[in-house]
């Protein structure tokens, strides 16, 4: 329904690029009232001018969404601007891809940091604001979270984790009325999937194009996906039209997973 999200206030992690300022686009258009969280306050800039002239002009808050002391920050200055919170997006989060043996520690703690932990505090901490409107949760998840992959391990394993800790936030979600549900990305044209991309091809010893054209004709994909992909299911998840999608999560991926689900 156009214009719902009208004076809505939209919370958006990882939201200055790609999937995140998709989602924010999308919202924005709605009429939504918008906050773009991310680490680099250029980036963000960048994302809240494209957005401001196709709807309300965005709310920035740049912060390392890998420390409590950033995620409590997001939450108060939301907290002080406008009192309210209707939808909250976690997405940030950039795991490494590459070979097992060559991943040290420091970097699953860092992926676990950002998009696992990052995930948790913001939502615990918008949870009061949430319940008294009644609001939502969208989590950014991805395809490996049902789909490992030896040269994604660590991505993998944190959108396990994030998937379990959705279906379980959502039985509380179904106490205090805040919907929550899981989106399951695919191979999508982002710059973090070009990162990605890069990583898995050092690791196999193959260039891009190969992994590009090889996943394709493995998943018998028409294309790639696409931010606005992601953004047209997060918008109808906090719809009134999905209001009784509950502790789901959805893949967007064209296809591509294997077996049932």
Known sequence: MPGEFREKIVV??????????????????????????????????????????????????????RTLAACEQLFQRVNERFKRCD?????????????????????????????????????RLFWPLLKAS????VNIIGGAARTPDPEFLIGGSVNAAMANFTKGLSKLGN???VNVNAIHPGNTDTERQEQLRQQRAAALGKTVEELRSEALV????????????????????????G???QGTAIAVDGGATPGHY
């Open 175 to 177: 106490r205090d009325d």
């Open 243 to 245: 209001r009784h999608i």
């Open 218 to 241: 493995k998943n018998n994909m028409r294309r790639f996906g696409k931010p606005e992909d992601i953004a047209a299911l997060a918008l109808f998840l906090c719809s009134e039209r």
């Open 87 to 123: 939808v909250l997006v976690n997405n940030a989060g950039a795991t490494r891809a590459g070979a097992f043996v060559d991943l040290p520690d420091a970097v699953w703690l860092e992926g676990y940091a950002l998009k696992f932990f990052g995930c948790v505090r913001l939502t």
């Open 12 to 65: 958006i992690s990882g939201a200055s690029r790609g999937i995140g300022r998709g989602i924010a686009l999308a919202f924005a258009r709605e009429g939504a009232q918008t906050v773009l969280a991310s680490s680099s306050a250029e980036n963000l800039a960048v994302a809240a001018k494209a957005i401001a002239a196709e709807g309300p002009e965005p709310f920035t808050v740049a912060g390392d969404l």
């Open 134 to 137: 009644q609001g939502s949760v």
